[in-house]
């Protein structure tokens, strides 16, 4: 990924990775010294622009068996993220739709939706011959080198894993899935127990590497005014794998973070008081405003992202600037709060305001410029 012409630093305070402190503040141990950073993942079209303006896979060999893994410290490093992200994935082989990509760094493939209508597994007949992926054949290689090989002033997040509902979901197709939580429940609980076994076992491999320090589950349990299936149908099918997920990891030490879109307020109690989440990410402001989450849960766990994502894609650098110091006022006091966007940096996401929303944070975070 080399490039001619580099440009210049987009930040005006240098910063170096502390995993130490990213995972106090999400463990909510008092003010942190400094604004941390947080994201579920940045679309791959995005770290590519990215390097590309900056140079920050100049250097590394695409011909390198971890040159994903290399590729991933230097952009999490310069962008001023404490740790790695990094998991095991199997392709379940799950058909889809692919639309044309209409975002700025568009996809030349398309942009891929799960089909709502259709699954694979529409009837027991479906289920008996579906090929369930193996994850004990799960590929660790890439994970093991990151577990020896990451910068020791990093942490590694396992995942992102702990998709129990929305593989249920892509499975069934989410109509079928509604009618068969009427009709035919007993198919549900089948195909839901294959999936939460699946990932059980993923979260059972990943916990053993003494480099994560916490996991990403990643399940959207929601959309704009409720969940997805009722909360007693979630209590029944899905909450229950979670709390499994989340008490693998702190029968280690770890932590445990969600990310979960969608308006899911009557199931928190449920998240916070039985499954026991460390951490809930995704905010939007139309649904519940970080600013708010952080009031109603942050002394319970800790609030992630919720820069709104619709915000950072309508907005100028500088309204994106005074956004993020108001959100860091309310947030940032009493720790528990880590900057970053509503959902994911995706490939739709003007480049200079994520980089604008970065910046502040480390402007805020700095002595000399902050009040």
């Not at 700025?104 to 709502?116: I, M, N, P, S, V």
């Amino acid at each position: 990924m080399a490039t001619a012409t580099r440009l210049p630093s987009p930040f005006s305070v240098p910063q170096a990775p502390d995993g130490e402190a990213f995972e106090a503040c999400i463990r909510r141990q008092g003010t942190p010294q400094r604004v941390h950073i947080v994201e579920l993942y940045l679309d791959f079209e995005v770290q590519q622009e990215i390097a590309r303006r900056y140079g920050v896979w100049d250097g590394l060999s695409p011909e390198d068996p971890y040159y994903w893994p290399k590729c991933q410290i230097a952009i999490q490093r310069f962008l001023g993220y404490d740790y790695v992200t990094w998991g095991l994935w199997q392709d379940w082989k799950v058909p889809g739709q692919v639309a044309e990509d209409t975002a700025g760094l568009k996809r030349e493939a398309g942009r891929r939706f799960t089909d709502h209508q259709h699954g694979p597994i529409m009837s027991w007949q479906d289920f008996e011959r579906f090929d369930w992926p193996d994850p004990s054949k799960a590929d660790t290689s890439s994970l093991e080198w990151l577990n020896a090989n990451l910068p020791d002033d990093m942490c590694l997040i396992a995942g992102v894993t702990g998709h129990f509902l929305e593989q249920l979901t892509a499975l069934m197709g989410y109509e079928n899935l509604c009618y068969a939580l009427a009709d035919d429940r007993a198919l549900v609980k089948a195909i839901a127990d294959k999936v939460n076994d699946y990932y059980l076992h993923l979260y059972r491999t990943v916990v053993q590497f003494d480099r994560a320090r916490m996991v990403w589950g990643s399940d959207d349990l929601g959309f704009r005014t409720g969940t997805l299936i009722s909360p007693a149908d979630l209590r029944e099918f899905v909450l229950p794998a979670h709390k499994a997920a989340a008490e693998i990891f702190h029968r280690a030490g770890k932590l445990y973070l969600l990310h979960c879109c969608g308006q899911v307020l009557d199931i928190m109690e449920d998240l916070i008081e039985d499954v026991k989440v460390d951490a809930k990410h995704s905010y939007e402001d139309t649904i519940l405003p970080v600013t708010e989450a952080k009031r109603l849960f942050g002394g319970r766990i800790a609030v992630l992202g919720g820069i709104d994502m619709d915000f950072l894609c309508r907005s100028t650098p500088d309204q994106v600037r005074a956004r993020v110091r108001e959100t860091l006022d309310i947030c940032q006091p009493g720790g528990g709060y880590c900057l970053g966007t509503g959902n994911t940096v995706a490939n739709f996401l003007p480049v200079d305001n994520y980089l604008a929303m970065l910046d502040e944070g480390r402007r805020w975070g700095d002595e000399g410029i902050k009040g």
